[in-house]
T-cell receptor
Framework: DIVITQTPLSLSVTPGQPASISCKCS???????????FYWYLQKPGRSPQLLMY???NRFSGVPDRFSASGSGTDFTLKMSRVEAEDVGVYYC?????????FGQGTKVEIK | QVQLQESGPGLVKPSETLSLTCVVS?????????WGWIRQPPGKGLEWIGS???????YYNPSLKSRVAISLDTSTNQFSLDLNSVTASDTAVYHC??????WSQGTLVTVSS
């Protein structure tokens, strides 16, 4: 199984300040077709997870451009250029390159 | 807009089978996507249960593989989850999804006598 180590597990951010979350995978997520099936989700309190980024760095429909993501192989990063109050929740990364699909442990983001 | 809604009992007795159905609207389950289930024990992270491709091919989490089955019903545009021999550790919010983007709201299933 591909193990994903997500850091940090919690983050307290002043509104307007940047923040970043890292996911490190135990194996490369690059498939032979050249694609990397790595995703970022935000689970707001009391809600189901919502897709933020797909295939490493593509912003999903409606996601603000203050969110960006990068990475390749085994290391991936989600960045928020200016955290807003509506960004609180738990962020998860997920890989679907290889079965079983696996998630990171989650990063709880709160506002100071 | 793709929408998914689970249905099924919120309480299941230990050793019995947990059965949930996911009704899909706004898309056909015959389209070229993976459909599947994820669960989240109270206060914990996300766990992938399994997925089914539109062709009917299934893929399960090895930790659950001996107990789980996912199936498609194209006539009703639904797909289902069966998890047998449940224990208290199967208590969780269960989500269905069209991976990766569309998830249901989630339903809490409690395993208790």
């Amino acid at each position: 199984d591909i193990v994903i180590t997500q850091t940090p597990l919690s983050l307290s951010v002043t509104p307007g300040q940047p923040a970043s979350i890292s996911c490190k995978c135990s194996q490369s997520l690059l498939r032979s077709n050249g694609k990397t099936y790595f995703y970022w989700y935000l689970q707001k309190p009391g809600r189901s997870p919502q897709l933020l980024m797909y295939e490493v760095s593509n912003r999903f429909s409606g996601v603000p451009d203050r969110f960006s993501a990068s990475g390749s192989g085994t290391d991936f990063t989600l960045k928020m250029s200016r955290v807003e109050a509506e960004d609180v929740g738990v962020y998860y990364c997920m890989q679907t390159t290889q079965f079983p699909w696996t998630f990171g442990q989650g990063t709880k983001v709160e506002i100071k | 807009q793709v929408q998914l809604q689970e249905s099924g009992p919120g309480l299941v007795k230990p050793s019995e089978t947990l059965s949930l159905t996911c009704v899909v609207s706004g898309d056909s389950i015959s389209t070229d996507y993976f459909w599947g289930w994820i669960r989240q024990p109270p206060g914990k992270g996300l766990e992938w249960i399994g997925s089914i491709y539109h062709t009917g091919s299934t893929y399960y989490n090895p930790s659950l593989k001996s107990r789980v089955a996912i199936s498609l019903d194209t006539s009703t545009n639904q797909f289902s989850l069966d998890l047998n021999s449940v224990t208290a550790s199967d208590t969780a919010v269960y989500h269905c999804a069209r991976f990766p983007a569309y998830w249901s709201q989630g339903t809490l299933v409690t395993v208790s006598s």
